[in-house]
């Protein structure tokens, strides 16, 4: 059984902060790689920021560089990301996900939401003033 479990989401002004939290629990362990993606209304789910579980190595969407940090704490099994400076257009749900077999690279496999088999039930972050 594979649980992601996200929360950390809720509401907050633009140059605001936010950190995001992923649980996971089960095969969700076994995983060659695991990210964060979001999906705003009328939109593609986008990969956001991923970390390789093989390599350490990660991904971060031109849009939030230099903004928002991915990390991980092995001994709670928990995902995080870091969100600063937060902007209206990151505005979303964000859903914690792990990928187990795609021979990818990180980065253009993050760049590709189907190649992950596990997701979460998302969290919505709302920017806005």
């Known amino acids: 059984q594979v649980q992601l479990v996200e929360s950390g989401g809720g509401l907050v002004q633009p140059g605001g902060s936010l950190r995001l939290s992923c649980a996971a629990s089960?095969?969700?362990?076994?995983?060659?790689?695991i990210g964060w993606f979001r999906q705003a209304p009328g939109k593609q789910r986008e990969g956001v920021s991923c970390?390789?579980?093989?390599?350490?190595?990660?991904y971060y969407a031109d849009s939030i560089q230099g903004r928002f940090t991915i990390s991980r704490d092995h001994a709670k099994n928990t995902l995080y990301l870091q969100m600063n400076s937060l902007e209206l257009e990151d505005t979303a749900v964000y859903y914690c996900a792990t990928a187990h077999t795609s021979p990818l690279s990180i980065r253009p496999l993050c760049r590709s939401p189907y190649e992950f088999d596990y997701w979460g039930q998302g969290t919505q972050v709302t920017v806005s003033s």
């Open positions: 970390i390789s579980n093989i390599d350490g190595s990660t």
């Open positions: 089960g095969d969700a362990m076994d995983y060659r790689a």
